[in-house]
């Protein structure tokens, strides 16, 4: 078997419809690199020219707004593809893909997913029906950000993050993200979030320990993100 075909991770993306014929095409044409914790995966404006699969590590997708601050979008994890937007509408990346950990990712060549593409309904199925389900995402947070007060995001964002993510071995959050890029994600200024932050700590909803955040009280936070 090809490394593609013995790799778990796409069975978590659209490569999963991909056959056996496909997946040896893609492993000789793929190129693999190790992205170090901080490094851009493609930046805001660059043709990607293709797609990212991440096999190993966590990366945040974020827009630089003209105030300098950087808003975070999405986190993706293993088995997530990564430009495929850029790629069918054919324009450069509208958001910045950088490392929050030590990465593994795997790069396939335009030329061949449209190959896929034209070949395998499957395939083009699977990754238009992505596309929509970031949209969605995109719809939902927007609303979130419409209607929920500063708190109720924070909330709502520890809980994601626990969940999807997972706990260390200390069950504190796996990710741990600064202050700063924490405030981009709930859209707020960093003073705001330490301030709520330093809020829940008080009231033992969490344990904060230097840059480790551990939620206590799961119950609490769950019922505060919905009010």
């Known amino acids: 078997m090809s490394k593609c075909e013995q790799c778990i991770v796409r069975q978590f993306s659209s490569l999963k419809s991909l056959n056996k014929e496909e997946l ?8 693999s690199y190790t992205i170090k914790k901080g490094e851009p995966i493609f930046e805001e404006g660059e043709s990607v020219n293709g797609i990212f699969c ?13 105030n300098g601050k950087d808003q975070i979008v999405k986190l ?5 593809l990564l430009g495929q937007r850029s790629m069918i509408s054919d324009e450069v990346a509208n958001l910045s893909a950088v490392a929050l950990e030590d990465m593994e990712v795997c790069f396939i060549p335009k ?9 395998n309904n499957d395939f083009s ?18 609303i979130s950000l419409a209607q929920k007060t ?18 260390n071995e200390d069950q504190s959050l796996h990710i741990q993200l600064s202050r700063e890029e924490l405030a981009g994600m709930i859209g707020t200024a960093t003073e705001s979030c330490i301030r709520l932050l330093s ?9 904060i320990v230097g840059k480790k955040i551990t939620i206590l009280q799961k119950n ?7 009010q």
């Open 24 to 31: 040896l095409r893609m492993a000789e044409c793929k190129t």
């Open 199 to 207: 809020e829940f700590n008080k009231d033992n909803l969490i344990e």
């Open 54 to 66: 991440i096999k190993e590590g966590v990366c945040k997708l974020s827009k630089l707004s003209s």
């Open 220 to 226: 609490a936070l769950i019922k505060l993100s919905q």
């Open 76 to 80: 993706l994890k293993p088995g997530e």
């Open 125 to 142: 199925m699977n990754v238009m029906k992505t596309i929509c389900g970031d949209l969605k995402e995109a719809d939902d947070h927007m």
């Open 111 to 119: 030329t061949e997913i449209l190959g896929f593409f034209n070949h």
């Open 150 to 167: 500063v708190k109720e995001r924070l909330a709502e964002t520890l809980l994601y993050l626990e969940d999807t993510f997972g706990k």
